[in-house]
């Protein structure tokens, strides 16, 4: 299938604006600390909102160091399968935080899916 360059070009526009909304989760998930916390206060009693301020950094702390990652599996692999397994990692990091019901899976989540955009990132 043949694209002139108007359509390919849209695509493009598209598909940034896609990854942007991606990216900009690790942020959105930083700022819900607070609801998540309590949320979780129903499975554990014991859960205070000092704990919920990792999720956040790990997941920058995650998206920092796989962007060097990314660069390199793009030398080797091309960017088109870079970006299909960095939008892997951020979906399955995204359903195991929805299904989570505990705070240490929620951690790990968020540190799969900062590495997903960390994939993702580099090239901007």
């Excluded at 070009?9 to 896609?18: D, E, H, Q």
Aim: positive net charge.
């Amino acid at each position: 299938m043949f694209l002139n360059n108007k359509v390919k070009g849209i695509c493009v526009i598209i598909g940034g604006i896609l990854m942007h909304i991606l990216t900009g989760t690790v942020h959105v998930w930083s700022s819900l600390n607070v609801y998540l916390i309590s949320y979780l206060r129903i499975y554990d009693d014991s859960l205070t909102l000092g704990q919920g301020f990792f999720i956040g950094p790990l997941g920058v702390f995650a998206m920092c160091l796989s962007m060097s990652l990314g660069g390199y599996l793009e030398r080797n692999y091309g960017p088109r399968q870079v970006t299909t397994l960095g939008l892997s990692f951020i979906i399955a990091g995204h359903v195991i935080l929805y299904f989570s019901q505990n705070l240490y899976l929620d951690y790990g989540a968020m540190i799969i899916s900062g590495m997903g955009i960390g994939c993702n990132v580099y090239r901007y």
